[in-house]
């Protein structure tokens, strides 16, 4: 998708210092929020609602810097002013939420229903804080106790060290009524085990989101049997779109999502490597807001 050597960084948020020729709705001092891509609207999969699948999507990288330069189409589609009572670091959140968003719109997922979350990472831990917030009986698994803490505090009914359990499927089926399955399962790890976990977790008639991506030249493994006779549905929801970028603010101007459950840390532009090293270490961190 974004190929080497290039900027990095894309979930940012700042203050508009300069427009470019053409711009009217926005002008120096705005405080906005700018996506790292936009649909071209014309191609075939944007003329049938699929603006994720663009064939002419662009992005842009760069968010670790004083100054970034949003492309115009991104401009025009895809950056959005800030409420005032919203700050910078929650405004910055919009991107990977919106994510989640169209992937929750995707399995349509009712409340009442029961939906497993696998991995409690930064994306995994936002389906659990919309989805139980939307009453959805929600089963996490984690395989770190500061990501099972997490996900009981965002919510879940019950949080799952798989660490610990080794083999989970039929221990999530206990919580489920008649070991019946999930109503949903969402795959938010992405590694070919997972994948597969995901698909022996849910009921019959029930729905599959492999959100994590394998890596590239992965091979993963199904029954036909489980998928055909029992009507599996299985979807990987990629990307955003310009619905769900809205969305994604307003859910966090009301307050539905709260960006300080998943920001634990802060620091200026300068500790950026040392931000990184420590990430290696996994040492229980989800977000840095970097503050240039």
């Not at 926005?26 to 049938?48: I, K, Q, T, W």
């Not at 409420?83 to 991107?95: G, S």
């Not at 009712?110 to 389906?127: E, H, R, S």
């Amino acid at each position: 998708m974004l190929k080497p050597p290039i900027p990095f960084g894309h979930e940012l948020a700042g203050t508009v210092h300069q427009v470019g020729r053409g711009v009217a709705a926005f002008r120096p001092g705005d405080r906005v929020v700018a996506l790292n891509s936009a649909p071209c609207g014309e191609c075939y999969y944007c003329r049938h609602d699929q603006e994720n699948l663009c064939d002419r999507l662009i992005f842009n990288n760069g968010a670790y810097a004083e100054y970034i330069r949003i492309p115009a189409r991104i401009v025009q589609q895809n950056m959005l002013e800030i409420p005032d009572h919203v700050p910078f670091k929650d405004a910055a959140m919009v991107e990977p939420l919106a994510c989640v968003l169209r992937g929750i719109h995707e399995m349509n997922v009712q409340a009442g229903d029961t939906a497993v979350v696998i991995g409690c990472g930064p994306i995994g831990l936002k389906f659990i804080r919309v989805l139980s917030a939307r009453n959805v009986r929600v089963i996490a698994l984690g395989k770190r106790k500061s990501q099972i803490r997490a996900a009981e505090r965002l919510g879940a009914m019950a949080a799952l060290d798989v660490s610990a359990l080794g083999y989970p499927i039929a221990r999530v089926r206990e919580l489920t009524d008649g070991m019946r399955g999930a109503d949903a399962v969402i795959e938010a790890v992405g590694s070919p085990l997972t994948w597969q976990w995901a698909v022996q977790m849910v009921r019959k008639g029930g729905t599959v989101n492999l959100f994590g991506g394998c890596p590239r030249g992965s091979e993963v493994k199904f029954d036909p049997a489980a998928l055909h006779y029992s009507e599996i549905t299985i979807k990987s929801t990629f990307h955003h779109s310009p619905k769900f970028i809205r969305e994604a603010l307003d859910s966090i101007a009301r307050g539905e999502v709260r960006p300080a459950d998943f920001i634990t840390g802060e620091a200026p532009l300068s500790e950026l490597p040392h931000i990184f090293e420590e990430m290696k270490h996994r040492n229980g961190e989800l977000k840095t807001a970097v503050i240039p």
